[in-house]
Nanobody, 122 residues
Framework: QVQLVESGGGLVQAGNSLRLSCAAS????????MAWFRQAPGKEREFLAV????????NYVDSVKGRFTISRDNAKNTVYLQMNSLKPEDTAVYYC???????????????WGKGTLVTVSS
């Protein structure tokens, strides 16, 4: 079992930055691929970024490439999402997820956090 707890969300003005963190329980964190998703009101959950077990390989959805950066610290059992140049359309609940395989598909994620709300004002 892996428990995931996100933090770092909040209210921010457009153009500013936020860094989300996701702390994982357990000693097997380094064996999981980690990903970030988000869900805006009235919309489906959307893949944002994924990072492999080593932290060397990452993949992003086109809408956040160049603005968001995913990273992980296996010693701290934590994955991060650095979000720059935030836009009002980035407003959503942000979730981290863990998967045993490198995938961008929500259905292949084995564990989910409860989410953290990010609100970007114009």
């Amino acid at each position: 079992q892996v428990q995931l707890v996100e933090s770092g969300g909040g209210l921010v003005q457009a153009g500013n930055s936020l860094r989300l963190s996701c702390a994982a329980s357990g000693r097997t964190f380094s064996t999981y691929v980690m990903a970030w998703f988000r869900q805006a009101p009235g919309k489906e959950r959307e893949f944002l970024a994924v990072i492999d077990w080593t932290g060397r390989v990452a993949n992003y959805v086109d809408s956040v490439k160049g603005r968001f950066t995913i990273s992980r610290d296996n010693a701290k059992n934590t994955v991060y999402l650095q979000m720059n140049s935030l836009k009002p359309e980035d407003t959503a609940v942000y979730y981290c997820a863990a998967s045993p395989q490198f995938s961008t598909a929500a259905r292949l994620m084995a564990y989910w956090g409860k989410g953290t709300l990010v609100t970007v004002s114009s």
